[in-house]
């Protein structure tokens, strides 16, 4: 009895050793509604803020590796000049301690900053631009100051007039019929554009020739520490 | 006679509750509770369960191939050899 029992899982080992990947598919298959429920269970908030973190994480590592890659692609169509070096800048004063929607930066003259300075956040987020330039310092309008109007393109191809309203938020109207939606993206045209600011709302009324779309920075401004600043 | 039940039970339930958490050690306790209270076959095929489950070993442990398994088999070889020295004497009332 001992001896047929052992045989019997040895026979057992084996099989499970030869057709492992197969019974592992069939058991993980069985398994998963289980892992799922399980999982659903044991998510709370922290949980699902650390997937986001790790999942950002991951995808600012994606970010750097495109950008180290269109960097690599204009050096060798030949526009590599045109890509002016970037100064650092740390943020003195922001909204809302600084007035007008507004950054006081600690990089002016002596830098080599000048008016008309295009200032991105965390790469190639385009927040604003130099307005005033001081010794050591210099005063930046951010793309959401009221009244400020800029050119810029929605999803890269329809030209819109961002308006700013203040708050790191923008407005612009385009024609009724435009293909957009939340979480569009709204850019600087150009080979060295950024990214100004991200659709939050459509507001699409009914008989009117023109909607009205509203975006914010892809940034907090209110969080900004430091900011990198280029010539245009 | 002792009942099987509860037995066959808590091993299934403390390999289970390691494999869900997932908390190996956990599986080996059950696994290794299962083979030394006698119930072998059913630690073995435990045992092959979690290996299935786990996936294969990595690094120094992946010579032994199904780890779980083995060690099942190492509790039931212990408890077989203990019992031939220490389990199932019954001691004389008389000398």
Redesign the interface.
Known sequence: MLVL?GTV?VV??AL??LF?PA??SL??QA?AP??RV?ESLGADEVDRLRAQLAQAQAELIDRDALAEENADLRARLGRADAAAPRVLAGVLQHAPWSAYDTLVVDAGQAQGIAVGDLVYASGQALVGVVREVYASSARVELFSTPGASYQATLNGTLPVAVEGQGGGSMSAAVPAGTDVAVGDTVAFPGLYGGVVAAVSAVDAKEGESFIVIYMHLPVNPADLARVEIQKP | MTSRGPIYALSFVVAAVGFMLPLWPLCVLGIVVAALLGRYVFAIVLALVIDLGFGMPTGSLSRLVVPFTLLAAAAAALRLLASSYFLDKTPPDTL
Request: no cysteine; net charge positive; proline share 0%.
């Open positions: 029992g899982l057992l080992v499970v050793v492992r019974l592992s058991l993980w398994l289980v892992m399980r």
